[in-house]
């Protein structure tokens, strides 16, 4: 699909939607990565000045994490936590000790990076959270056409910085979403496998 807003194309295919981003890693220091389906948040999208400053910030590389762990603050985070504990030897009900100790999208702590498939933030992945100013800046009239785009033009972008970075694990969250993750992270010819972590859940 043609799109105009050459400042909003590129800002999708930087390191938007990367939250805090973290420690992205490298080959000789890999990093788990932790992906979403796109950044929670109730920004108002009515304002077109407000969504036009949002668009016009270019991230050629990743943020390296807040002043302070943040990864206990939401209900995604805490899960998570549970999650990366487990991995780390610890048992769910460690999942503070965990944060604390390693501190995860933390400046100048190693081992975790966040981003999303999709930029935008919303409040939920409803394609009505998707209005007319947005249709406006963008210059897609629905989300779908949006996310059809960045299927094809932000995937091979987190392509090329799995390939580069090579993370040694990518934990992605939105089962709904699996083909696009595959898209996003994996050659084409690559398959994907089923992980059993012991019997623990990071629920």
């Not at 009515?46 to 939401?74: H, M, R």
């Not at 960045?150 to 040694?168: D, G």
């Amino acid at each position: 699909m043609e799109n105009s807003n050459n400042a909003f194309l590129n800002w999708c295919t930087s390191f938007s939607g990367c939250d805090d981003g973290g420690d992205i890693g490298s080959p000789q220091h890999p990093s788990v990565w932790i992906c979403g389906i796109e950044p929670g948040g109730c920004l108002d999208y009515k304002d077109q000045n407000t969504v036009s400053l949002l668009f016009q910030e270019y991230y050629p590389t990743p943020a390296t994490g807040s002043e302070t762990c943040k990864i206990l603050n939401t209900r995604f985070g805490r899960q998570t936590a549970k999650l990366l504990g487990v991995l780390e030897g610890y048992t769910v009900d460690e999942y503070k000790k965990f944060s604390e100790i390693h501190q995860p999208y933390t400046k100048g702590k190693r081992g975790y990076f966040k981003w999303n498939l999709h930029p935008i933030p919303f409040k939920n992945t409803k394609p009505e959270n998707w209005n007319l100013t947005l249709a406006k800046i963008t210059g897609f009239p629905t989300k779908e056409a949006y996310i059809n785009w960045v299927r094809e033009n932000r995937y091979p972008f987190m392509q090329s910085q799995t390939l580069k970075h090579k993370p040694k694990l990518i934990l992605c969250f939105g089962i709904t979403k699996k083909n696009d993750f595959k898209s996003a992270f994996l050659e084409t010819s690559s398959t994907l496998g089923k992980l059993c972590i012991s019997n623990r859940h990071a629920t």
